[in-house]
């Protein structure tokens, strides 16, 4: 095609853009690493086609260069690089210079196996509702069960803002949560934007954090969480912000948006507490922020048996699948979630 005749080179053509969008100097020294590496695979032949470069390249030569890493990198250094590859591809299809995602594929496949590998705790719902009854802060509490309930990283947690929430509970008059014409009609439910960038304005304040989901995505909520999220509300500190964040601190900062940060940290406490996170323990065995999403991924995707549900709702899903689910999102989504997502006090 033109345009991909025209970039001479894809992989600076990438990092130049991500630059512009704010991506941190340290985190385009490392795409770059990675991008040049699968770079150099092709063009020394090492892929099972005749590609060269990465435009032509085809899924075949993506597996081949994960295999390649096998033996030299651990699985999550190679489950990192290749999501690097995976954005690349999935930004040059949107500007127009590519026209596929050869990584993609992979990609399904390899969350399929990262998610079953068998050296990650497993924790039964049962027992994490013990963990989670034993949170009395209603601020924790509530952030938690969110991370639980919802699948999403804890930085799209922390970016929530009062208008991504949406509750019919009439007890709570003090907030406005109707801001978002993008929850009309859809019950309660929490909309997790794709927009939020470190460094860039959102809502009127600059963002600490980035949202990584492709594309925006409603989550129900259900009656558990609802309760939460009311007690939470009852006593939420004023906000420092004109963006009026879902969540702010009760501490030191307060009425300071929520940093991840400080999330990582109260839930390391909880989880010591339970003998689920110890010093120089794998990323596997401690439970962290990001072990819940791993929680909501499986849990959820064993009730349901409906993997294009559950990639939906944690926002990493390609545009033609997750338009499915945006168009027919009362009887595929909030349906299928309240049927099927697990309860812990009942």
Not at 309 to 334: C, E, F, M, P
């Amino acid at each position: 095609m033109s345009e991909t005749q025209q970039i001479a080179d894809p992989v600076a053509y990438y990092l130049e853009d991500m630059e512009m969008h704010g991506r941190a100097e340290r985190t385009r020294v490392a795409y770059e690493r990675v991008l040049r590496g699968f770079e150099s695979f092709l063009a020394d032949g090492d892929g099972v086609g005749s590609s060269t470069n990465p435009a032509e390249a085809g899924h075949r030569d993506c597996m081949a260069w994960v295999h390649s890493l096998r033996g030299e990198l651990s699985p999550s250094t190679i489950a990192t690089y290749a999501t690097t590859v995976n954005r690349f591809y999935g930004y040059m299809n949107q500007v127009g210079a590519f026209d596929a995602n050869p990584m993609g594929l992979v990609m399904e496949e390899m969350d399929e196996s990262i998610e079953k590998d068998p050296a990650r705790r497993e924790i039964d719902v049962a027992t994490m509702g013990q963990f989670i009854a034993s949170i009395s802060h209603p601020l924790h509490h509530a952030v938690v069960l969110t991370l639980l309930k919802t699948g999403m990283r804890v930085g799209e947690l922390c970016n929530l803002d009062l208008r991504d929430l949406r509750l019919s509970n009439p007890g709570l008059e003090k907030y406005e949560l109707d801001g978002r014409p993008q929850l009309d009609g859809r019950g309660d439910a929490l909309y997790v934007d794709a927009a939020p960038t470190r460094g860039q304005p959102h809502n009127g304040e600059e963002r600490v954090e980035s949202n990584k989901r492709k594309r925006a995505t409603v989550v129900p909520v259900d009656t558990e969480l609802q309760a939460a999220l009311q007690h939470w509300l009852a006593i939420r500190p004023d906000s420092r912000s004109p963006a009026e964040p879902l969540f702010v601190s009760t501490a030191d900062e307060w009425g300071a948006r929520l940093t991840a940060r400080s999330v990582r940290h109260h839930v390391r406490q909880y989880a010591e507490e339970m003998g689920w996170h110890q010093v120089g323990a794998g990323a596997g065995e401690n439970v962290t922020p990001h072990y819940f999403r791993h929680f909501f991924t499986t849990h959820l995707r064993d009730r349901t048996g409906d993997r294009g549900v559950v990639k939906y709702l944690r926002g990493d899903v390609a545009s033609d699948i997750i338009d499915t689910y945006t168009h027919n999102w009362g009887d595929q989504v909030r349906q299928t979630y309240l049927e099927n997502i697990y309860t812990f006090y009942s």
